[in-house]
């Protein structure tokens, strides 16, 4: 992999990120998908996720910046005015996603897009000629809450996805072709999204940090050094469905009893036997699902994180016996399916030494630190050298409506991605102005200004 060669020195009048203008995109996307409960829920490809991508658009547009959506249905947006001397066609990508969790928070994803597309404006705005291009990406589907596919516009960017079944179905039974089709995507051009060997040359990712670490330590940047990684596994449970008060306790198949006894196998695997950090099932769902019922089929949703991929491989071997130890008690049938594998991954050191620099500029406090969370940063990492920038969550709080960041924070945050931004895409000092002449296209379809 490439290094990086970050440039310690800003141009000599720094770009300024126009605060208000973020905090309005905010508010305003923050409409986009509420639910019953007080949240955001926007899962990839449904039809508020949809919206917020119309949203994205519109605002690139009125912007004067290009946008594209490549096959993945990924947005890419870039300068239009930028030059194209002197650099060569190699790219400085920043972004991160704006699908959610069900009943989410408002920044999750969304803030580092919104403050991608911050920067790319308020380059355009300066007219600060770079190095490198720089494009802001909102990837697609990061969260997998629909598609059980994390990270997977990132993953199609960066070649990595694993081989899809012939015909893609969301956990409703939807199909992907469709609805990718509808945010601008095509599931048959796929290929087309990869991005060439060697052409991105670094990602960066701002984010909110999901957890209590920086507030905590009154700090107000976190610089992350390692992102963890995430295994996600579906469990489908047979059992035979039956009537409640008539069929015997005797032999039965309680589809829903064995899958208390799975839930609990998973939760053990970090809680008792500590084979990874975390392990977690977070969504359940039983057929026929009625109280007078006993169900036939359940389907879960398990989540295993670790930073170690060994001890990650190690929890999901375990859990394989396990299940057999749980099928064997209750006469189930229990169908495993690895939907994703995502490894954990190291952050570059120019880039930490960069955004470091862009926070003492600043007169921010930061402090290194690892993220518990998945990113479509370590899915990057895999091509490119990567670089992420946390900023504080209040009460450490995230994947809940209570998720929030002070506005100064965010407007800290953002200015810390601008100026790191600039570093490593080397701003180029001029006299006069450049020619307004958008980059050449990558990955096969037409930018819009
Ligand atoms: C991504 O949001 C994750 O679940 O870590
Ligand atoms: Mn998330
Ligand atoms: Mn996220």
Known sequence: MTRVA???????????????????RLDEIAEIGRDANGGITRPGFSVADIAARAYLLEEARTAHVSSRVDAAGNILIQSARESAEPSSDRTLIIGS?????????????????LAALEVIQTLAE???????AVVAAAFANEE????????????????????????PRDHDGAALRDALALAGGDLAALPSAVWPAGSVAAYLELHVEQGPVLERGGKQIGIVDGITGRTVLTFQVTGASGHAGTTPMAGRRDALAAAARVILAVEGIASEQQLCRTSTVGWAAAQPNSPNTIAGTVRLIADLRDTAPERLAAAEAQLHRQLGEVAR??????RVVAESRSAPADTDLALRAAIADSTRQLGLACQLMPSGAGHDAQILATIAPVGMIFVPSIGGVSHVPEEDTAPGDLISGAQVLLRTAVRVARAVERETAPASTARPVKGGSTWKS
């Open 126 to 132: 300066a007219d600060l000629e770079t190095e490198l």
């Open 329 to 334: 008690a209750t006469g189930v049938e229990i």
């Open 97 to 113: 996603h704006l699908d959610t969790v069900v009943n989410a928070g408002r920044l999750d994803g969304t803030y580092g897009v």
């Open 144 to 167: 997998g809450a629909l598609f059980p596919q994390p990270f997977w516009g990132s993953k199609a960017l960066a070649g990595c996805l694993p081989e899809l079944p012939a015909d």
């Open 6 to 24: 970050a440039s310690a020195a800003l141009p000599r009048i720094a770009p300024e990120i126009d605060a208000s203008r973020l905090l309005r």
